[in-house]
């Protein structure tokens, strides 16, 4: 069992739907949506693509791409969702595929569910290919470490501010809402940092998207604390 996953799964594809939960459909779909378009793929490589979903996004915008994902079940969904695409089961941190194979990769929110996440940020740089981009959306770290807290509310339940503490940690929490039980990890963005610049890639795009529709009253929560980062690699033509 993977952090959880393989008894999580289906709660998981019952919480998420077709549309992906609140902050994936109006906070982190258009800011990644709004990177791939800036450079079309033309072989694309989804890294923990759970159950297809931002695959079947790509294909609706011409981009064929291989979802890999360590989890059975999350694979079965995605095949009965897709029977045409390419669904594969693997694992980050030792990909199958040869150096330079996809002009894109994607992490989208997968990070924070490995555990060796060096060297699953090591393997997604070497199947790149030179010029090639890795788009990565995560969980900013100010959320991540203080996730088993959440909120400090007044006596009537408003929220008044989110706590930091133990930043420059890292460590993993088990996390529990809606029948879902999964291990993420919390690591300060100075982890991820420099594991990619060690890869050699170059920083072309960073981001803490709020937002851009939805319910007013959640959008205004979502203002309040960076919940997500979003960050695209580009690989070196001489690579």
């Known amino acids: 069992m ?3 996953w393989d008894n999580s799964a289906a709660a998981w594809v019952a ?11 109006h906070v982190l779909d258009p800011a990644m949506l709004e990177r791939v378009a800036l450079g079309p793929a033309r072989k694309a490589l989804d890294v923990g693509c759970g159950e297809g979903r931002f695959c079947r996004m790509l294909k609706g915008r011409g981009i064929a791409a291989i979802g890999l994902d360590p989890t ?8 009965q969702r897709d029977p045409e695409g390419d669904y594969r089961h693997g694992r980050a941190e030792e990909l199958a595929f040869p150096d330079h194979s996809f002009d894109l990769v994607i992490s989208y929110l997968t990070l924070i569910d490995i555990a060796d996440y060096q060297s699953a940020i090591r393997e997604m740089s070497r199947v790149l290919a030179p010029g090639g981009r890795l788009l990565i959306a995560n969980m900013n770290g100010f959320v991540s470490q203080n996730a088993h807290q959440g909120w400090v509310r007044d006596d009537l339940g408003n929220r008044l501010h989110y706590p930091i503490d ?4 890292e460590f993993s929490e088990w996390c529990e809402w809606k029948g879902i039980r999964i291990q993420n990890w919390h690591r300060p963005l100075s982890a991820y ?38 960050m695209e690699w580009e690989k070196p033509l001489s690579a």
């Open 2 to 4: 993977s952090g959880g």
């Open 72 to 79: 059975a079940h999350l694979l079965e969904v995605a095949r």
């Open 15 to 25: 919480h998420l739907g077709e549309r992906g939960d609140w902050a994936r459909e």
């Open 166 to 169: 133990r930043y420059l940690e």
């Open 193 to 230: 940092m420099k594991t990619l610049l060690a890869c050699g890639l170059t920083l072309t795009h960073f981001d803490e998207p709020e937002a851009i529709s939805g319910d007013p009253a959640l959008q205004a929560k979502y203002r309040r604390v960076p919940w997500f980062l979003v």
